[in-house]
T-cell receptor
Framework: AQSVTQPDIHITVSEGASLELRCNYS??????LFWYVQSPGQGLQLLLK??????LVQGIKGFEAEFKRSQSSFNLRKPSVHWSDAAEYFC?????????FGTGTRLTIIP | DTAVSQTPKYLVTQMGNDKSIKCEQN?????MYWYKQDSKKFLKIMFS???????INETVPNRFSPKSPDKAHLNLHINSLELGDSAVYFC????????????FGPGTRLTVT
């Protein structure tokens, strides 16, 4: 069975600083990986996905993620965060017919 | 146009009542899902339908019954509501059952008192 671990429950960064959110997955075959963002009181929005090919994937809102098979990781990055990036971020892996989510990382932005 | 919509957005009800949540998608997708997000924000799939057929049924109590009248709609009916059913319920859809991204609705916050 697949699983996803997001080690950081809560991260606080200053506006304009860089960001990296960690994600580790467990799946026996080639993983299909996703990052979603959930703003307060909203649904989930897809930021980016990795299916195959280039291990560095670009997403919306200036986010990118790098797939590292040797480390079973799919970390999300942004070079300079904006106050509007404050939200909950979920990493997910697509396994046998279903999407399994991590427990999420809450991002707080300070001025 | 809202791609995946849910009604109602908020639902407050008493224990023992029966309630329904409706979901509609206008993306032309074949597959739809129901997820439950608990108070700790943990998201777990409950059901999945493909072309109106049930394909995923996680270990959900029988009090929960999904119904898909057509490909664009997936409703969730909950009988004899319990306190533990309080959560946010998300509907989602995807092009198919393969490795496609899922698009989520805005969620329905259910509070059982």
């Amino acid at each position: 069975a697949q699983s996803v671990t997001q080690p950081d429950i809560h991260i606080t960064v200053s506006e304009g600083a860089s960001l990296e959110l960690r994600c580790n997955y467990s799946y026996g075959a080639t993983p299909y990986l996703f990052w979603y963002v959930q703003s307060p009181g909203q649904g989930l929005q897809l930021l980016l996905k990795y299916f195959s090919g280039d291990t560095l994937v670009q997403g919306i809102k200036g986010f990118e993620a790098e797939f590292k098979r040797s480390q079973s990781s799919f970390n999300l990055r942004k070079p300079s965060v904006h106050w509007s990036d404050a939200a909950e971020y979920f990493c997910a892996v697509r396994g046998n017919e279903k999407l399994t989510f991590g427990t999420g990382t809450r991002l707080t932005i300070i001025p | 146009d809202t791609a995946v919509s849910q009604t109602p957005k908020y639902l407050v009800t008493q224990m023992g009542n029966d309630k329904s949540i409706k979901c509609e998608q206008n993306l032309g997708h074949d597959t739809m899902y129901w997820y439950k997000q608990d108070s700790k924000k943990f998201l777990k799939i409950m059901f999945s339908y493909n072309n109106k057929e049930l394909i995923i049924n996680e270990t959900v109590p029988n009090r929960f019954s999904p119904k898909s009248p057509d490909k664009a709609h997936l409703n969730l009916h909950i009988n004899s509501l319990e306190l533990g059913d309080s959560a946010v319920y998300f509907c989602a859809s995807s092009r198919g059952t393969g490795y496609y991204e899922q698009y989520f609705g805005p969620g329905t916050r259910l509070t059982v008192t």
